[in-house]
């Protein structure tokens, strides 16, 4: 599910993208931008089989992330709770703590994978235990693998 976006400029940042940001400001960058078609970036936008089994579930994830990255994309999204089944009494089982540097599984992986493949990658979200409380959390990484936000 590739897709192109128009000119970098052209995107307004929604709600949704101020919130994981926690400022308005374009997410698109120089380095996200196709060099046979300035201006314009592809964009992934992945889905996943989900199962009971945490390491499958990143495995899958990576693979789908690498597959979209060597069919072009610069942005890539993965979809939420993709790390574990989306019931509520799943999310204390798989919640992860995560911090920088981080001992998460899944945040790790999306850390290495968007490095790997300098790229920009949305990772859906997962869920996160921080100070006893639960949240549906989405963190996004730079093309060095860099946390630029996290967003509960």
Request: proline residues 7%; contains cysteine; aromatic residues 4%.
């Amino acid at each position: 599910m590739l897709g192109r976006l128009r000119a970098c400029s052209s995107i307004a940042p929604s709600r949704v993208l101020r919130g994981l940001l926690h400022r308005p400001r374009t997410v698109c960058t120089k380095a996200m931008a196709d060099p046979a078609h300035p201006g314009k970036v592809k964009v992934a936008l992945c889905q996943l089989h989900v199962t009971p089994d945490k390491e499958q579930n990143i495995t899958t994830a990576r693979a789908a992330v690498q597959d979209a990255s060597k069919n072009g994309a610069k942005l890539v999204v993965l979809p939420e709770m993709w790390n574990c089944p989306y019931s509520n009494d799943s999310f204390p089982t798989y919640a992860e703590e995560i911090t920088e540097p981080t001992s998460s599984p899944s945040v790790q992986m999306m850390s290495e994978v968007a490095k790997a493949h300098n790229i920009t990658l949305v990772g859906g979200s997962i869920p996160e235990r921080s100070n006893g409380k639960l949240y549906n959390t989405c963190c996004v990484f730079d093309g060095a693998g860099k946390l630029l936000a996290k967003h509960r």
